[in-house]
């Protein structure tokens, strides 16, 4: 079982609808989750960070985490064309010097004007 | 707004050759990576350095790649003799730790090119 999954889409979605994207995980030492958002031949940009289990509301964005599920999930409200991109799960241990982060393959959005 | 920037945008290189990628992080960040994504494939990490040390390398991390913080603003990855497979986008990235926080700063990326 790959450490994260994430489903690669693509996702196509008209403008103003209400995107979810997820993730899993098999290793339960994970602590951090992140998600960034990455286009096209561009570095990942952070978008929402959240610590073990609960919500996060940031804008448009909301970012839960369910540690039991090992499930995590982005939601994106009223979302817009500049929305569209690869959006990347990302998650660490906690505890140590080092915080590497395992990476999802992505999923790709486009939102339709 | 504070940003990791990294040169050059774009290498090309012979099989063979070595190479040296550039990072300078945002500049009160005290750990440093290197992360590397071949097209069409995930975001993999390869090492991290804090204290001008590496604390954990990836099995992709081998002897020849190093990693240097020549001075007190630039981080550089050095791959000695590079492979065709070595093409990929190399991401650095750094973080400030703190206590419950972790979160790390992408910058745009090198992409090189091996023939």
């Known amino acids: 079982q790959k450490e994260v999954e994430q489903d690669p889409g693509p996702l196509s979605v008209p403008e103003g609808a209400i995107v979810s994207l997820n993730c899993t995980y098999s290793?339960?030492?994970?602590?951090?989750f992140m998600w960034y958002r990455q286009y096209s031949r561009k570095g990942p940009e952070l978008l929402m960070y959240?610590?073990?289990?609960g919500n996060k509301e940031d804008g448009r964005f909301t970012a839960q985490v369910d540690k039991s599920s090992k499930y995590i999930s982005l939601f994106i409200r009223d979302s817009q064309p500049s929305d569209s991109a690869t959006y990347l799960c990302?998650?660490?241990?906690?505890?140590?010097?080092?915080?590497?982060?395992?990476f999802g393959k992505g999923t790709l959005l486009t939102v339709n004007p | 707004e504070p940003e990791v920037t990294q040169t050059p945008s774009h290498q090309v290189t012979q099989m063979g050759q070595e190479v040296i990628l550039r990072c300078v992080p945002i500049?009160?960040?005290?750990?440093f990576y290197w992360y590397r994504q071949i097209l069409g494939q995930k975001v993999e990490f390869l090492v991290s350095?804090?204290?001008?040390?590496?604390?954990?390398k990836s099995e992709i991390f081998d002897d020849q790649f190093s990693v240097e913080r020549p001075d007190g603003s630039n981080f550089t990855l050095k791959i000695r003799s590079t492979k065709l497979e070595d093409s990929a986008m190399y991401f650095c990235?750094?973080?400030?730790?703190?206590?419950?926080?972790?979160?790390?700063?992408f910058g745009p990326g090198t992409r090189l090119t091996v023939l």
């Open positions: 290793n339960s030492a994970f602590q951090y």
């Open positions: 990302a998650m660490s241990n906690s505890g140590g010097s080092n915080y590497k982060l395992t």
């Open positions: 990235a750094s973080s400030e730790p703190q206590r419950g926080t972790d979160t790390q700063y």
């Open positions: 500049s009160n960040h005290l750990y």
């Open positions: 959240t610590y073990s289990s």
């Open positions: 350095f804090y204290n001008n040390e590496i604390s954990e």
